[in-house]
T-cell receptor, first 111, second 113 residues
Framework: EAGVVQSPRYKIIEKKQPVAFWCNPI?????LYWYRQNLGQGPELLIR????????DSQLPKDRFSAERLKGVDSTLKIQPAELGDSAVYLC?????????FGPGTRLLVL | GNSVTQMEGPVTLSEEAFLTINCTYT??????LFWYVQYPGEGLQLLLK?????DKGSNKGFEATYRKETTSFHLEKGSVQVSDSAVYFC????????????FGTGTLLAVQP
């Protein structure tokens, strides 16, 4: 069974530029999560989707972050414009029931 | 609010040594508890879990017991290997409508041959 797929794996951009991350969850998993992991910290939830509906986006900085999950499968997380403090690893996870399965993450560096 | 506290690392051990990584939690209700492992350059992998008091989760020689009276979920392994070198995260989930995972800060384990 294929795991959660994320791309790109690494991204380096200059501040004020836009950036987007893509996630393909495990087939059949209706719940999708985006987490941000700062250096030396544990992941923190940004947004959770049930199918195509965002059911928890309370931690998403909505002035610059946006996300979508069209058709309830793949998801895209966007930052526009990026700031230096957005440098982190962005993790996508999916679940069918309680257990969450994580992708390898996208490591973002904002210069 | 809910939170997880785990011992700071790095933890450096020799191969075949006994491992303990402490984890305590604060939560309302009855959370599920997890240990995730992150190998260098990889995403988080679920290592083990426990969903109610006195449950013991186990996998790959690792164990952790859900202790409600001490609000703890310490990770143990009797004999570590070099391949166990990774960052270990303790986490809880409220099992409610959000199923949100709350993680500790992670503990780096380095096993030397």
């Amino acid at each position: 069974e294929a795991g959660v797929v994320q791309s790109p794996r690494y991204k380096i951009i200059e501040k004020k530029q836009p950036v987007a991350f893509w996630c393909n969850p495990i087939s059949g998993h209706n719940t999708l999560y985006w987490y941000r992991q700062n250096l030396g910290q544990g992941p923190e939830l940004l947004i959770r989707y049930e199918n195509e509906e965002a059911v928890d986006d309370s931690q998403l900085p909505k002035d610059r972050f946006s996300a979508e999950r069209l058709k309830g499968v793949d998801s895209t997380l966007k930052i526009q414009p990026a700031e230096l403090g957005d440098s982190a690893v962005y993790l996508c996870a999916s679940s069918l029931e309680a257990d969450q399965y994580f992708g390898p993450g996208t490591r973002l560096l904002v210069l | 609010g809910n939170s997880v506290t785990q011992m700071e690392g790095p933890v450096t051990l020799s191969e075949e040594a006994f491992l303990t990584i402490n984890c305590t939690y604060t939560a309302t209700g009855y959370p599920s508890l997890f240990w995730y492992v992150q190998y260098p350059g990889e995403g988080l992998q679920l290592l083990l879990k426990a969903t109610k008091a006195d449950d013991k989760g186990s996998n790959k020689g690792f164990e952790a017991t859900y202790r409600k009276e001490t609000t703890s979920f310490h990770l143990e392994k009797g004999s570590v290997q070099v391949s166990d070198s990774a960052v270990y995260f303790c986490a809880l989930s409220d099992r409610g409508a959000t199923n949100k995972l709350i993680f500790g800060t992670g503990t780096l384990l380095a096993v030397q041959p």
